[in-house]
């Protein structure tokens, strides 16, 4: 029993369609349980459909599917047992959602929603790794073409490298790290040719006729951060430094 396929699934409430998914796929390995591991080789969502409507102000048709009961004290364990998860890849394919808001700042659809990710999960080292993550939302319109990064946890420090976010007009390219333990970290962010208009939906309050390029870059040292700025356009320059001590 090493892999598990679902096809056609529907979920309906009160005559409703919920959600409908073409196939869930998954490929797993139940040994490495015995040793606190879940081990999933693949899994995939293809071509789910779902359908969001919002009930009234901050209830949604979906919360309704199961009905929140009393609350139970938790109970003391004496011991706890880490848990492992390796998911070697997830892929969600060509998702599509449809939405009843009172909300005009929601798209009504959002259509061709993909996702591609890996994720481990161990007590010493947690990673994510995001190679993939898109969709078109409708009513307003909006494109996210591409999403990536690879968020990792060794220990204390905290990394966040080949981060990458791409509209159909703007782009975000950037890495970061940090420790808690050491209070130090640092960024680094680069937007080539920054277009507001591509927001003038969400943000029409927000004008500004210049596409700079904008870089960014910020550091922490046990008690003080510093952070440079510097926006260029068309060859003029501005460039802010900024420093705190005793945070």
Known sequence: FTSLSLKNVLITME??????????????????LLRNTLEIHSA???RPQIFLKQVNDSVWNVQQIVKPGPEKPEPKSESSVSFNIK?????LIDGFIRTETFDTILPQQIENLNTEL???WTENEQQAQLKQFSFAAKNPDFSLKRLEFLLSKKNTFIELEDFRI???????????????EQQKGNAAFEIPALNLSEFSYFLPF?????TPDIKLQAGMEENTARA???????????FLQVSSANL
């Open 15 to 32: 005559q409703d369609t919920l959600a409908y998914v073409e196939e869930i796929k998954a490929e797993y390995n139940l040994c490495p």
């Open 44 to 46: 995939e969502i293809i």
């Open 87 to 91: 998911l070697s890849i997830f892929n």
């Open 118 to 120: 890996s994720l481990i």
């Open 166 to 180: 791409e509209t159909a007009i703007n782009q975000i390219n950037g890495e970061a790290g940090f420790s808690p």
């Open 206 to 210: 927000l004008k500004f006729p210049a």
């Open 228 to 238: 440079t700025i510097q926006l260029e356009d068309q060859n003029q320059q501005i």
